[in-house]
């Protein structure tokens, strides 16, 4: 098992945030596009190889983003309609999440076993996560996610403040 930690770095308008692993020592860099139509967010490890890169879809009624792992479509996040609170599907070949994934404590499984589990830490300055890893191969998969779902979350409060 890996654990990596993922702190998003608070007030950064270059939306750079580093994963690290459980000694702190920086894994992997996280950039977004501050500005750019459409947003995206590439992840690239120590040695500044693209692993992962998420693009959120222009021009669609519901929220969609496209997550990409070492050059391959793996999975796409798209918001459902609902009248309540925010939900959200994933569509991918065996990938499920369970738990809840809105307050970022849920696990994936990948054809029935986990493969990794994501839990909020709480009482640190800014979003920070903690990502368990069962399975290496999935590994740059449950960083992309996790960045695709904090990007979600991120849309949806910047869109509610838009209609206070």
């Not at 970022?104 to 990948?110: G, I, N």
Request: charged share 25%; with cysteine.
């Amino acid at each position: 098992m890996k654990e990596l930690h993922i702190k998003q770095k608070v007030f950064s308008l270059g939306e750079k945030f580093t994963v690290k692993d459980e000694n702190g020592q920086d894994l992997y860099f996280v950039e977004g596009s501050f500005l750019k139509i459409p947003k995206t967010f590439t992840i690239t490890d120590s040695t500044g190889k693209e692993v992962a890169h998420i693009t959120k879809k222009m021009f669609s009624f519901l929220p969609t983003f496209y997550v990409e792992v070492n050059g391959q479509e793996e999975l796409t996040i798209k918001k459902l309609f609902s009248f309540f609170k925010p939900r959200y599907t994933v569509d991918s070949a065996g990938v499920e999440v369970h738990g809840n994934w809105w307050e970022m404590e849920f696990q994936v499984m990948q054809h029935g076993h986990v493969v990794g589990e994501v839990s909020k830490e709480w009482f640190t300055w800014g979003d920070s996560y903690k990502v368990k890893i069962y399975n290496e191969e999935m590994e740059h998969l449950m960083i992309a996610f996790v960045v695709a779902i904090d990007c979600v979350k991120a849309d949806e409060a910047a869109a509610s403040s838009m209609h206070d």
